[in-house]
């Protein structure tokens, strides 16, 4: 059985531009989170989705990043007009329910130059 | 602001030894407090979890001891080893809650 997988596993970009970041979770899981790990710092959340909506995006840090998942499945997260600030490890979870042990992907590392 | 304060930052011990990480929190609706393990770069892998009605719980090398009144609680690998190297990381949830609070992480070196 697969786990979450996150692709790319590593994104270079330059400032101002466009990124996607995409989580595929485990099979069934329900549940789907994204975090965002800054160097030498625990992650921290970001968004969270049952299904196919967004039952809590408190966590964005502004109207930059916005996240989809459209099917209730694979998750994209999407980040405009990138600034160096956004560098950071970009991790997805899924869990079968809210609840319940949560399962985290490898991370993309997105560098904005 | 973070919920979950962990220390130290980070500690070297020898092959056998004991590392020892603490975490506090004090947001009294914690009911949930797992420790992940993390190695360079790759995602976070539950280790091991406890909840408050217990003081302690082993899983293998890995033992989690609790202190409800003091709001504390704190990893132990017993006879570590050089593969144990990685940085941990302790966590909290509240109950009904879906978002975990990590704190700032611990990278231990276990040296051969």
Aim: overall charge positive.
């Amino acid at each position: 059985g697969a786990g979450v997988s996150q692709t790319p596993s590593n994104k270079v970009t330059e400032k101002g531009k466009y990124v996607e970041l995409r989580c595929d979770p485990i099979s069934g899981h329900t549940a789907l989170y994204w975090y965002r790990q800054s160097l030498g710092q625990g992650p921290e959340f970001l968004i969270y989705f049952q299904g196919t909506g967004a039952a809590d995006d408190s966590g964005l840090p502004n109207d930059r990043f916005f996240a989809v998942r459209p099917e209730g499945s694979v998750s994209t997260l999407k980040i405009q007009r990138t600034e160096r600030g956004d560098s950071a490890m970009y991790l997805c979870a899924s869990s079968p329910g809210a609840n319940t042990e949560a399962f985290f992907g490898q991370g993309t590392r997105l560098t904005v130059v | 602001q973070q919920q979950v304060k962990q220390s130290p930052q980070s500690l070297i011990v020898q092959k056998g030894g004991i590392p020892i990480i603490n975490c506090a929190y004090e947001n009294t609706a914690f009911d949930y407090f797992p420790w992940y393990q993390q190695f360079p770069g790759k995602g976070p892998a539950l280790l091991i979890a406890i909840r408050p009605d217990v003081s302690e719980k082993k899983e293998g090398r890995f033992t989690i001891s609790f202190n409800k009144s003091a709001k504390q609680f704190s990893l132990h690998i017993m006879d570590s080893q050089p593969g144990d190297s990685a940085t941990y990381f302790c966590a909290a949830r509240a109950l009904n809650d879906y978002k975990l609070s990590f704190g700032a992480g611990t990278t231990v070196t276990v040296r051969a």
